[in-house]
């Protein structure tokens, strides 16, 4: 069980994810300061970004949109490739606690022991996803995985008002 202190840095995350959300004018802003705000707090969160269907494209495909962390060689993903993909096409959070092991990973640094990508849904449908990556092994647990589908959740509500 989580321990007092790491309950309140989750639920202080959580609150100053609100706080980006109620300052941000647009989803494109609200998505920048979540990839800040999550790379900058959580010690275990080395790479942040989103990846974004691009609009209209046929066969859909990802685009690299804000993120934080190391450059990345991938900036388009078709939704048959990584983990990435899996978790676009299957509108699952994906966690892969130990990226080795997993045939699907497509690989951005040498130092990325495990990752999680959650999709961001706008009016029922998956628009894009947040996707963290960890220098720690298994660093994704129950609390961390709320939180990102929280953050997720925030975009993917402004996303359908924008
Ligand atoms: N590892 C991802 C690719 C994106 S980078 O992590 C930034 C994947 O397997 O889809």
């Avoid at 699952?92 to 092991?101: F, G, M, Q, S, Y």
């Avoid at 699907?104 to 640094?109: E, F, H, I, Q, V």
Wanted: glycine share 8%; with cysteine.
């Amino acid at each position: 069980m989580a321990t007092k202190s790491v309950v309140g840095k989750f639920e202080e995350v959580r609150k100053e994810a609100d706080r980006v959300n109620s300052q941000a004018h647009t989803a494109d802003r609200l998505m920048e300061g979540v990839a800040i705000l999550l790379n900058q707090l959580m010690l275990k969160y080395n790479w942040v970004g989103f990846y974004m269907l691009e609009p209209g494209a046929n066969p859909p495909v990802l685009v690299l949109g804000h993120y934080r962390g190391a450059m990345t060689p991938h900036v388009r993903i078709s939704l048959n490739q990584g983990i990435c993909g899996a978790a676009a096409s299957s509108g699952k959070t994906v966690i892969v606690d130990d990226v080795k092991k997993d045939s699907r990973y497509l690989a951005c640094s040498l130092e990325t022991k495990s990752e999680i990508v959650v999709p961001v849904f706008a009016h029922g449908k998956v628009a894009g996803e947040l996707d963290i990556d960890s220098h720690f092994p298994a660093a994704f647990t129950d609390d961390d995985r709320e939180l990102i589908e929280y953050c997720a959740q925030l975009v993917g509500k402004r996303l359908e008002n924008d």
